[in-house]
Every structure is written in C-alpha cells, then in structure tokens.
C-alpha cells in the first residue's frame, strides 16, 4: 500500500506517473498527467494507487479525457468487473449495454426518461443485495450555466455523530428500496409499470447496515439515503421518520459536500460505499430542448 495524505488529498510516493490536487478539505481529488484513451497502458501499480486514494477521498477528477465509450469500459475493467447499468437496458448506446446514458435530450421526439435523474440525494444501486461499488460518469455535453452534480463524504457524517448516536445506529439496518416514499414523491419520475416483473422484483430492495465499514480503508461511514430509505428494519415509516431526517440533514451538511461544475471531457470516479451524490436542477430546465441546455453523460459501473 502506498502512503496517502488524507489532509492534502495527496500520495507522497514521487514516482507515479500523475499529480494530484485536492478539490477540497477531505473530499475529492484531481487527477492531472493520465491520458486514460491507453488505460491498457497504465501500470497496475498507478491503477491500485488510484483506487486507493478514491476510497480515501471518495471521488476521482480527471479532465480533458474525451474518451469514446470503448476507451470509458476499458478504463473502467481496469478497477473490477462491471455492474449492470441500471434497470432499464433502453438507456444504454447502442452496442454498449454496460454504458448508461444520462440526458435531457429528445430521441425521435421523445423525452428522455433520465432528463432528470439523481434528483435526490443516494448511493448507486443500494437497493440491490450487493450495492454498486463505484461508478464513472463522463461529460460530453453540459448546460452554459448549471447542470453541476454534487456529493456528500459519508465519512464526515459518521465522524460528525455523537458516541451515544454511534452506538445507537451501530445495530441497525434500514431497508433501501426504489419504492420508498420519498422515491416515489420526486416530481417527473416515470411510472413503475414501464419495467419488467424481473426489474420490479429487483427493486423491491434490501436491509443494509446504518453504519458499514469500507472494505479498503477500514473506515466507517453512514449508508442512508433520502431517496431509498425511509424506515429502519423492524421501525414503522413514522417512528423511522425524525431520526433519518436528522441523518439525512447531517450527511448533506455543507461542510461535508463538494460541487462539481462540469465541462465537456470531464470524468468523475466516485465510490459509492462512502459518497453519496445529487443532481440539483440548477439550470433552465423547462428550456432543455435548447442547446445551451443540453445535458448528456455517460456512466459505467463497477460490481
């Protein structure tokens, strides 16, 4: 293991091919000198030093990579197997069902169904048994003003928590489900009838613990979300509701965020096991069909 200065967002080892520099106090770091179009290129040593310092600082910028979407999955494989993009195969590229498209621009005069996705605060996939445990979102088109995409340090919302919460929370679990109330409440979210019986079985959801342990760093964080959860395994909805919207507010305190304002050839690696992110509508929206408002971005997904 390679050492990492989590004050600075920096590695201290001086033979890595790349430099780094913090986009805040504890979350986020860029990533400068990579050219990721030859990922095949980079040696396992730079690609472990990356995966490391993304579980430290929990999410990865690379500028300027105007990657095409075989160069975005090679660069990915690189960290793990792939996760399935999501529950709606449609919104894959054609030939590229590991690629998951993000926009708000029609396709045959239709909108599109992720115009506004991540419209409230989550973590990829929680409602799965086995959660996302990264993911990759790459910038091709952004509005002039706006479309930013912001993320929350689980981290410092655990660290944030009194002894006596800690404890509390410690035994918990709490169910994440694409069919919890607060889901089902964003304004513009398409009707659930459009999947299948197999996509409805999967996003019936899963009791995760409150409190986990990050695999690689050892670290404990907070994993609840607004938009999955809302009642603790065992707790009514109304007896869950004034501890989680306490949790909710605390992990989304200003303090413990950063705001990524987006340009064409961005990408953004972020690891879902202590961040969690969210997609304000911070632009023209009900202007979107002008091309000063487009939005389009490309994830892929890490088992």
Same mark, same amino acid.
Request: hydrophobic share 35%; net charge negative; with cysteine.
């Given at each position: 293991?390679?050492?990492?200065?989590?004050?600075?967002?920096?590695?201290? +080892?001086? +033979?890595?091919?790349?430099?780094?520099?913090?986009?805040?106090?504890?979350?986020?770091?860029?990533?400068?000198?990579?050219? %990721?179009?030859?990922?095949?290129?980079?040696?396992?040593?730079?690609?472990?030093?990356?995966?490391? &310092? &993304?579980?430290?600082?929990?999410? /990865?910028?690379?500028?300027?990579?105007?990657?095409?979407? +075989?160069?975005?999955?090679?660069?990915?494989?690189?960290?793990?197997?792939? =996760?399935?993009?999501?529950?709606?195969?449609?919104?894959?590229?054609?030939?590229?069902?590991?690629?998951? @498209?993000?926009?708000?621009?029609?396709?045959?005069?239709?909108?599109?169904?992720?115009?506004?996705?991540?419209?409230?605060?989550?973590?990829?996939? *929680?409602?799965?048994?086995?959660?996302?445990?990264?993911? /990759? %979102?790459?910038?091709?088109?952004?509005?002039?003003?706006?479309?930013? @995409?912001?993320?929350?340090?689980?981290?410092?919302?655990?660290? =944030?928590?009194?002894?006596?919460?800690?404890?509390?929370?410690?035994? &918990?679990?709490?169910?994440?489900? /694409?069919?919890?109330?607060?889901?089902?409440?964003?304004?513009?979210?398409?009707?659930?009838?459009?999947?299948?019986?197999?996509? /409805?079985?999967?996003?019936?959801?899963?009791?995760?613990?409150?409190?986990?342990?990050?695999?690689?760093?050892?670290?404990?964080?907070?994993?609840? *979300?607004?938009?999955?959860?809302?009642?603790? +395994?065992?707790?009514?909805?109304?007896?869950?509701?004034?501890?989680?919207?306490?949790?909710?507010?605390? *992990?989304?305190?200003? =303090?413990?965020?950063?705001?990524?304002?987006?340009?064409?050839?961005?990408?953004?690696?972020?690891?879902?096991?202590?961040?969690?992110? $969210?997609?304000?509508?911070?632009?023209?929206?009900?202007?979107?069909?002008?091309?000063?408002?487009?939005? %389009?971005? $490309?994830? *892929?997904?890490?088992?």
């Amino acid at each position: 293991m390679l050492p990492i200065s989590a004050t600075a967002g920096g590695l201290l +080892d001086p +033979d890595l091919p790349y430099q780094v520099h913090p986009l805040s106090w504890r979350t986020g770091s860029e990533i400068m000198g990579l050219d %990721l179009r030859s990922s095949d290129q980079l040696a396992d040593a730079t690609i472990a030093s990356l995966w490391q &310092l &993304l579980g430290e600082r929990g999410i /990865l910028l690379f500028r300027g990579q105007h990657l095409d979407h +075989d160069q975005h999955l090679a660069f990915t494989r690189r960290f793990g197997p792939l =996760a399935k993009t999501g529950l709606l195969g449609r919104h894959a590229p054609p030939g590229y069902p590991d690629i998951f @498209t993000v926009t708000n621009i029609k396709k045959d005069g239709q909108r599109s169904e992720t115009e506004n996705a991540a419209q409230q605060w989550h973590s990829d996939q *929680s409602f799965l048994p086995v959660p996302a445990r990264a993911s /990759l %979102l790459r910038c091709v088109h952004t509005p002039q003003f706006g479309g930013d @995409t912001m993320f929350a340090n689980m981290y410092q919302a655990y660290e =944030a928590m009194s002894d006596g919460l800690k404890a509390t929370l410690d035994p &918990l679990r709490a169910l994440h489900t /694409l069919f919890s109330t607060r889901s089902q409440r964003l304004s513009g979210r398409k009707a659930f009838s459009s999947v299948s019986p197999e996509e /409805l079985e999967r996003m019936k959801g899963f009791a995760h613990p409150v409190i986990r342990t990050h695999s690689d760093t050892g670290k404990k964080t907070l994993y609840v *979300s607004e938009q999955m959860v809302d009642h603790f +395994d065992g707790w009514s909805v109304e007896d869950s509701a004034p501890l989680l919207e306490y949790l909710f507010a605390l *992990s989304v305190h200003p =303090a413990h965020t950063y705001r990524h304002r987006w340009q064409p050839g961005d990408i953004i690696f972020w690891d879902n096991r202590c961040t969690m992110h $969210y997609a304000p509508i911070d632009y023209d929206f009900d202007g979107m069909d002008s091309p000063a408002n487009h939005r %389009l971005m $490309y994830r *892929s997904t890490l088992a």
